[in-house]
C-alpha cells in the first residue's frame, strides 16, 4: 500500500469524514507511532500506528461487492437531487463504506462492482488495465455491415477515438426497426456505448453491461448482490499486472 495523507487514511477507514478527520487531528486527538500529530501532511500506511483518542485505528475490513444493478439509480454513495443511490440497495451486511468502481448511467442495468479498496479500485480504472466489458445494447435501426466495421475499428468521439471493440449484431426487428447488440469494449469512457452507436446514427434505447471481465450476472437478479470470492479478487488483481 501507498502511503496517503492520515485524514484520507483515517476517512477510508471509516473514522470519519476526510474534513472531520482533519479536525481531530488539529485538535490533538491523533497519534501515529506513539507520537502526537497536529500538523497536516503526514503520510501513512499500514505499518503506521494510528490512534484516535488513545484507541488504535483498525483498518475497515476489504470488501468487494458485484452488484446487478438496476435502471433508475445512481452510480454514486450520494446524489444531490436525492435520487436513489447504489448504496442504498445494500443491506445491512454491508457496514463497510463501499463505492462503485466507475460507473453505470443511470438508465443502464448490469454489472457493477464496488470497494472500499481504493488501491484496488484505481487500478481497475487505470486506462493501461484493459478489461473486456460486454454491453448489450437494444438500438434504434439495422446496422449495415459499414457501420458495424466502424464501430470494431474505432471510431472518432469528442476528444478521443474508441480502441478496438467487438460486435454482434444479435437479432434484428425489422418491423420495430430496431437491433440488439453485443459489444465488447475495453475503455471506460463517459456514455461511450451510447456515444459510439450515435455516431453511426444509432440512438441506443436500452442498455445493459452483461459482463466485466470473466466476471458474470449469473445467480443475480437485478438489484442483488454478492461478494466476490477470494480468488475473483485475486484473479482481478493478478490481471492487473
Ligand atoms: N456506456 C454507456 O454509454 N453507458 C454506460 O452506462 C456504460 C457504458
Not at 438500438?139 to 471493440?165: D, P, Q, S
Not at 440488439?180 to 456514455?191: A, F, L, Q, T, Y
Not at 445467480?219 to 484473479?235: C, I, M, N, W
Request: no cysteine; glycine share 6%.
Amino acid at each position: 500500500m501507498e502511503k496517503v495523507r492520515l485524514q484520507k487514511y483515517m476517512a477510508d477507514a471509516g473514522v470519519a469524514s476526510r474534513r472531520k478527520s482533519e479536525e481531530l487531528i488539529a485538535k490533538g486527538h491523533v497519534k501515529v507511532n506513539g507520537k502526537l500529530i497536529t500538523e497536516m501532511g503526514v503520510k501513512v500506511d499500514n505499518h503506521d500506528r494510528i490512534e484516535v483518542d488513545g484507541v488504535p485505528m483498525e483498518e475497515e475490513k476489504k470488501r468487494y461487492i458485484l452488484m446487478y444493478k438496476p435502471r433508475g439509480v445512481i452510480s454514486a454513495v450520494s446524489d444531490d437531487k436525492d435520487r436513489k443511490v447504489v448504496t442504498d440497495l445494500l443491506e445491512d451486511d454491508v457496514r463497510e463504506r463501499v463505492y462503485p468502481i466507475g460507473r453505470l448511467d443511470y438508465d443502464t442495468s448490469g454489472l457493477l462492482l464496488l470497494t472500499n479498496d481504493g488501491e484496488f479500485a484505481n487500478h481497475l480504472m487505470h486506462p493501461r488495465y484493459h478489461v473486456d466489458k460486454t454491453y448489450i445494447a437494444k438500438v434504434e435501426g439495422i446496422l449495415t455491415t459499414e457501420e458495424i466495421r466502424k464501430l470494431e475499428n474505432g471510431i472518432k468521439l469528442k476528444g478521443y477515438t474508441t480502441a478496438k471493440a467487438k460486435v454482434r449484431v444479435m437479432s434484428k426487428d425489422k418491423k420495430k426497426n430496431s437491433s440488439i447488440v453485443r459489444m465488447v469494449i475495453h475503455e471506460g469512457h463517459n456514455h461511450q456505448v451510447k456515444n459510439m452507436f450515435d455516431a453511426v446514427g444509432h440512438k441506443v434505447e436500452k442498455l445493459s453491461r452483461e459482463s466485466y471481465d470473466f466476471l458474470t450476472l449469473d445467480g443475480l437478479v437485478s438489484g442483488q448482490y454478492r461478494d466476490l470470492t477470494r480468488l475473483e479478487v485475486a484473479t482481478l488483481k493478478k490481471n492487473q499486472k
